[in-house]
């Protein structure tokens, strides 16, 4: 039975504790021999108030938050002698290169040899007499010294006896020797922990040396690599040492790395199946030993190795008939080896590895999905070019001419939505069968709940993707692929009807995303020619409005948010698709764009009386809203032609005013309906070319104060501000206006009469609006009649007398300032007692 954990591991912590234990040990000693001076000393020590009453042994500083306890730790002694060791040892190796490399050549070659061959056996034989004595540090660092001076030998020869040698082939064949050399010193002092490792670490030099040293080709250098990896494989599993399992791991991620790395150059590359027989023979190689390496790793490093088992075996076996096939189809290759993986998650020998090929078989379908990314954003993307040429006619490139994609590799394409397809049809069948994937990954991981809906969106999004592509990758005709797409969002659209009413959100919300994208792509590509115009987005009116009338069925579930936010989104599209209908009916008519705006109303007519139908229901306002925006549309088209606009703006005002009638919608439309009918109104007669300001405030002023009247009769004590105010100074205020720049006396004659009236009717009701605001224009339009003569006056008398006049006034002022001031008073106190 396997001991948890390892024999060796267990030794090491008991290693640690038996250290713990004699530091404890040290201290308590200490503790006690400076008692035991306190004890024999001739006097007590006088206590400082809060000080410990025992004295630290000196030097030492006493802790100020406990009056009794042990001194403070000295600095471990084995912490120092390492330390001291280390830095011996490194003293040592740097002396020993500088004797080598420079004071070399200053001794004959006997000398050299038994100088070093001495201080090599030297340092080998000290750590075991070093072992014997209980000095394990000094051994390890003179074992240290041992490794770099046979180094040095294997140099040294070289350079001396074997000249003429090949330096790559002579340090492959050192590093063998010196690694064998390092495993049976470890092994003959197995209390030595640095040989084996160094041994380990020195394996990881001859194959790959020598290898070079052929100038080998690739597949040769990447068997030398792998064998390498299977090298220090075999001995993380089997070894029971921490530093040696610890230095074959790391070399067996560097050099099975670098190995499968080169195997996987080398299949990409193949220019043929034959070609791709060997370097698909090294990635089975390579992910056997990844299995076999997972197989006794810890949880992550198990996972990490079969995921790296899994897509080299994906790559192996693809490699081969993915040689074989042009353009993109060696993915769909690929693609079916990364779907066949997770068959071998439930093999037990590489169980422990199975979420590892269970994450390649993943991560093999993403880079799968990737590839078909490209021709999928053509497609998307390509449409919005028949904006520039509406109606120029049917392409004569087919589909390809009209996405302006002709110019695109579509052959190396072709592949893409059959991938797309593929991984469709295996997330829809694990979305339709999840109790089975459940109890079949159950060995494996254990799926969670959430994944079911990302693999049914998924399913949805990718099965979309696939035949949006298949069109233009098939190069179908401009008719056949319009067809096809129309028929796709329309199916896409309906199985998002489908899922929000079975209570399937993300299935939805996926499938009405994508078809509303593929209706938009559609909407755009119809553009191209007139019938196919009318086609498709009568098809898409269709769809969208049956859509808004299947979601408000009473018998679906209770209304989510999504619920209402698809249905809503969708009324609004078919109103839309409504509108652009009546734009290209009145092209199709000849009309202009001003002619047309008539036409497009009877949207908004018709989403008003659907406003009115769909009362109180969610979707009634966003369909309302969206007829408005259309409107505003007409409004807009009719600029460039007054007497239409005036027309437009008129029927919107009847538009407005229907709504109005209804209670829920009256303080809006009302107010709308007003504002539309006074600038229909303004526009026409500004089309008539009718200048006199009356003629534009008198239509506004004449229904304000109608309403005022019946708002005091209501409300008698309502200010006449309020209910007069507005209305009258629309008309007198810009009337005002106008006679000061009038050259002509009709114009001011007039409306000093009104303002007169206006004044003695307020002062006959006492309503303050009326007094105020006719006696202020009365006043300035009179000073506008007098000052011709007042210009002329002051023009013939002396200078002198405007300022003498003045003069008096201010004196006649102030003699009587009170008399004036309590006048002031009276009048403004009159003002507001009126109304």
């Known amino acids: 039975m396997e001991h948890v954990p390892p024999p060796a591991e267990e030794l090491t912590l008991l290693d640690r504790e038996l250290a713990r234990l004699d ?25 400082a108030p809060y000080a410990p009453p025992f004295p630290p042994p000196p030097g030492r500083a006493a802790a100020p938050s406990a009056p009794f306890g042990p001194p403070a ?101 050192a590093s063998a020797v010196l690694a064998v050399l390092w495993a049976a010193y470890g092994l003959l002092l197995d209390r030595l922990r640095l040989p084996l490792p160094l041994a380990v670490a020195g394996a ?125 189809w060696a993915v769909p290759v690929y693609l079916v080896c990364g779907a066949l993986l997770p068959l071998g998650a439930r093999v037990p020998l590489v169980r422990p590895a199975g979420r590892g090929l269970v994450g390649a078989a993943g991560a093999v379908t993403a880079a799968s999905v990737l590839f078909s990314a490209a021709p999928v954003a053509v497609v998307l993307v390509g449409p919005v070019t028949q904006l520039g040429r509406v109606w120029s006619g049917t392409p004569d490139e087919g589909v390809r001419g009209a996405l302006g994609a002709t110019g695109l590799p579509w052959p190396e394409m072709v592949a893409a939505p059959v991938v797309l397809l593929m991984v469709a049809a295996v997330l829809g069948a694990a979305y339709r069968s999840w109790e089975r994937v459940v109890r079949w990954a159950g060995p494996v991981f254990s799926p969670a709940p959430a994944w079911r809906g990302a693999a049914g969106a998924g399913a949805v999004a990718l099965g979309w993707a696939g035949l949006t592509v298949l069109p233009p990758a098939l190069d179908f ?35 009405w995303v994508c078809g509303s994208v593929g209706a938009v792509g559609v909407a755009l590509l119809s553009l191209g020619s007139e019938p196919v115009t009318y086609a498709v987005f009568g098809m898409l009116l269709l769809v969208f409005g049956g859509g808004a009338a299947a979601l408000d069925a009473p ?136 200048s006199s300001p009356e003629a534009y405030t008198l239509p506004v002023t004449v229904p304000a104060l109608v309403v005022g009247v019946l708002r005091r009769r209501r409300d008698p004590a309502a200010s006449s501000w309020t209910a007069y105010g507005a209305g009258l100074a629309v008309t007198l205020v810009p009337s005002l206006f106008a006679a000061w720049v009038d050259p002509h006396w009709p114009g001011p004659l007039l409306l000093g009469v009104a303002a007169l009236v206006v004044t003695l009717v307020g002062a006959r ?24 003569y007042v210009v002329q006056v002051v ?41």
């Open 23 to 47: 530091l404890r040990r040290s201290q308590l000693l200490t503790r006690r021999a400076w008692l035991v001076s306190v004890l024999q000393a001739p006097a007590p020590l006088p206590a």
């Open 73 to 173: 730790p000295p600095v471990r002694s084995r912490s120092a002698q390492n330390v001291l060791l280390t830095l011996g040892g490194l003293l040592l190796t740097i002396a020993a290169i500088a004797f080598t490399l420079v004071s070399w050549g200053q001794m004959g070659i006997g000398g050299r040899s038994a100088v070093l061959t001495a201080v090599t056996v030297a340092a080998l034989s000290a750590p075991a007499m070093l072992l014997r004595r209980g000095l394990s540090s000094t051994a390890e660092a003179i074992g240290a010294l041992a490794a770099v001076l046979m180094v040095l030998d294997a140099y040294a020869l070289h350079r001396v006896a074997l000249p003429e040698t090949d330096g790559l082939g002579y340090a492959a064949g």
């Open 204 to 328: 990881q030099l001859p194959l790959v040396l020598w290898a070079w040293a052929v100038e080998a080709d690739a597949s040769v250098f990447a068997g030398a690599l792998l064998a390498t990896a299977a090298l220090d494989c075999a001995i993380a599993v089997r070894w029971k040492g921490v530093g040696v399992r610890a230095t074959a791991c790391a070399g067996l991620w560097v050099t099975g790395g670098a190995g499968l790395l080169v195997a996987l150059v080398l299949s990409l590359s193949a220019e043929g199946p034959a070609d791709a027989v060997v370097p698909g023979a090294l990635l089975l190689a390579g992910a056997v030993i990844a299995l076999a390496g997972a197989r006794r790793a810890p949880v992550a490093l198990a996972v990490a190795g079969g995921a790296v088992a899994g897509l080299a075996a994906v790559a192996a076996v693809g490699g081969v008939p993915g040689a074989a096939v042009s353009g993109g």
């Open 477 to 511: 005709s401009y008719p056949v692929a319009v067809s096809v797409q129309s028929v796709l969002a329309a199916g896409v659209l309906a199985l998002a009807v489908g899922a929000l009413r079975r209570g399937r959100t993300g299935v939805a919300l996926t499938a």
């Open 555 to 690: 018998q679906g579930p209770s209304r989510s948010t999504a619920w209402v936010t698809v249905q809503a989104v969708v009324a609004c599209a078919a109103v839309v698709c409504a509108a652009v209908l009546a734009v290209a009916a009145g092209a199709s008519l000849g009309l202009a764009a001003h002619e047309a705006a008539p036409l497009l109303l009877v949207v908004p007519a018709l989403t008003a009386g659907l406003g009115a139908w769909l009362k109180g229901r969610a979707v009634a306002v966003p369909v309302e809203a969206t007829g408005g925006a259309v409107g505003l549309a007409a409004v807009l088209m009719a600029l460039d032609d007054r007497p239409f606009l005036a027309l437009v703006l008129s029927l919107c005002g009847v538009l407005a005013a229907a709504t109005a009638l209804r209670p829920e919608r009256r303080p809006v439309a009302g107010y709308l309906a007003t504002a539309l009918f006074v600038l229909a109104s303004w526009v026409r007669l500004s089309a008539s070319g009718v």
């Open 765 to 788: 009701l006492r309503l303050q609006a009326l007094l105020v605001l006719g006696g202020a224009v009365l006043a300035l339009d009179a000073l506008h009649e007098l000052a011709p």
């Open 795 to 835: 023009g013939a008398m002396p200078r002198w007398v405007a300022p003498a006049l003045a003069g008096v006034l201010l004196l006649a002022v102030g003699a009587t300032y009170e008399k004036r001031l309590r006048d002031a008073r009276r009048l403004k106190d009159a003002l507001g007692r009126m109304r």
